[in-house]
Each structure stands twice: as C-alpha cells, then as structure tokens.
C-alpha cells in the first residue's frame, strides 16, 4: 500500500481544497474549505458557473449594495459545499464570516442562515460542520449552536486552553494547525524542525492525549501541513485534512507509515486535567504569543479573502 492508503487505515482523511477533480481523485472522507480555498477556486474557469448561478439566484431579490454581496457569498459557498458533497461520502466544512469573530450572536446567526440555505438545497444539517474561529465568542456560539443540532468545526487553533474549551462546550470538531505553529517557531528560532521535534506536531499530540485520557468526545482534525512528515508523525490522529499536493505525495510513496497516536497509549499520558472559564482562557491565550499571533493573524488573512471574494462579486454585478 503506498503511504496515503496505511494512514487511511488509522485516520479519516479529509480533504483541504476547493477543486472537485482533487477530490475524486483522492476519494477522502470529508472535504473542507475556507474563504482562501473558495476565492482561488473561483477563479478558475471550471467553477465559474457556480459564481454565476450564486449571482443569478439572488440579483433580483430586492437586496442591494453589501447586504446583496454578503447574501451572494452565503450562496457561493453553499453552492460549493453542495457540490463537494456530491462527491465525499461524509461531511464538509464551511465557514462563516471571519470579521465576526469576536461576536458570539453575529456567529450563531450565519451558522443558522448557512444551514438553512443547505437544507434548502435537500443537504442534510448532518453532512455539514460550520467553522467558527476558535476564540471565546466563537466558542460560545459553537456551544449554542451544537444544542440546535448544527456541528461546528472549531478552527485557528494553536493551544491547549482553546482545545480544552472547545471540548468543555461539546464542538463536534476542532482544527488545530500544524503548520503554521512550526511557521512561528521556525521564524522566531530561526531554526528547522522535523518529525517528532516540529512544535505543530507536539501540540496535537498533546491535545490528542488530553482528550483520550479524559474521554472528551470532540474529534480532532490536524490541518494546515507543511510537509509529509508532519502528516506522518500524526497518524492515528481522528482526522487529518491534506491539501492536493501532499495528497499526491503521500500516494506517489510506499514507505512504511506507523500509527503514531493511539488511545490506549494516550491513556497513560502524564496530561493534567485543565479548568478553563472566560478569565483564564483569555489569560493562557495572552501569555501565549504563537497562539495570539497567529490567532489574529489568521483571522485576518481569512477576512481579507472575504472582502476579495465581496470585490469580485461586486464586480459582476457591476458587469450586470
């Protein structure tokens, strides 16, 4: 077997692209996506029908000016994860709006507006995970959301508290990202890390062996890799969403794959039991500058592609 059909024997495999044809190449689980992964796939000539259709569906509905934008985008990227859903036999991820991740309210409110236009579509609340920024209002809505029976993948996850709280709220799901951990290291230290010793892999390490050790329910799903090695030091892991070019690396290889991580030996871990409330949470965060940075910094690089993709409809309806 080569080494992407071993890690699918210990690992669910999701994965972390827009583009069908990747997708049913690779035959994953899940699919997931983000406003990056939408606005590049957009643009490409083989998704620009769904752009049109978003448009066409709601130009004539009475909205105007960036109410009619922001409803468009909920379209578009329904309209993606409909068709994503023909092809992966489990769940997909769509995120709500990032610039309204610091309110709890604004959140639960997008959640409910996406899932109603699925279920609208004949898609099934089940088959969806709504991605919300892992910070304390974003968990707080998560926590409200999943009493209504709306799964939330909890994303922009670098620490041990944010993963404590997510699991105290009951989130189906939480992302915690690899790669960019070993980015802030690796730029701050200025040195290489491989294996074992990359600080993305021990953070979901970590996390995996809490929530084994204290039967936390919430599924864990490593994302944002930087390389095959990471992905390899993690199998075992419930989930792991790969893009398209590790995908392809990982099935071009038949080097031998070890689980890495397993409940029982999870069990045994010297983990402390966390108590995590509004104070403490938002203590551990600030005395944590990776995950502080690069929380920010990733909420802001996935407003950022919002307001791309808002330009770029604007400028259709314009051409209209």
């Not at 490409?44 to 922001?70: C, F, P, R, W």
């Not at 993606?80 to 990032?98: H, M, N, Q, Y």
């Not at 799903?221 to 090695?229: K, L, P, T």
Request: proline share 3%; with cysteine; glycine share 6%.
């Amino acid at each position: 077997m080569n080494q992407l059909e071993q890690i699918k024997q210990y690992t669910t495999v999701v994965a972390d692209t827009g583009d069908f044809a990747t997708m049913k190449r690779f035959t994953p689980q899940d699919a997931t996506t983000n406003p990056s992964l939408i606005f590049a796939a957009v643009q490409m000539d083989e998704y620009e029908y769904l752009l049109e259709k978003a448009v066409a569906d709601n130009e004539n509905i009475g909205l105007h000016g960036q109410t009619l934008v922001s409803k468009i985008v909920d379209h578009l990227i329904v309209l993606f994860g409909c068709e994503i859903l023909k092809i992966v036999p489990g769940r997909v991820s769509t995120e709500v709006d990032a610039r309204i991740s610091f309110d709890t309210e604004a959140t639960v409110e997008k959640a409910r507006e996406l899932i109603a236009l699925y279920e609208a579509g004949g898609i099934g609340r089940e088959r969806v995970l709504i991605k919300v920024a892992a910070t304390w209002e974003g968990i707080r809505a998560a926590e409200e959301l999943e009493k209504e029976g709306i799964h939330c993948n909890l994303t922009l996850l670098f620490s041990m508290p944010q993963a404590v709280a997510c699991a105290d709220a009951g989130v189906t799901l939480i992302s915690p990202f690899v790669g960019r951990i070993m980015d802030w290291f690796k730029a701050h230290n200025g040195e290489e890390y491989h294996g074992a010793d990359d600080p993305g892999v021990q953070s979901v390490v970590s996390i995996y062996n809490y929530y084994k050790k204290f039967g936390c329910k919430t599924e864990i799903m490593g994302a944002s890799f930087r390389n095959v090695g990471e992905i390899i030091e993690l199998a075992g892991c419930d989930l792991l969403t790969i893009s398209p070019n590790l995908l392809a690396e990982l099935e071009a290889s038949t080097e031998n794959v070890e689980r890495k991580l397993d409940p029982d030996t999870a069990a045994t871990s010297p983990a402390q039991k966390m108590d995590i409330d509004e104070k403490s949470f938002r203590w551990f965060l600030n005395e944590d500058a990776m995950a502080t940075e690069k929380l920010s910094e990733g909420i802001r690089r996935f407003a950022a592609d919002i307001d791309k993709l808002e330009n770029m409809i604007m400028g259709e309806l314009l051409e209209d």
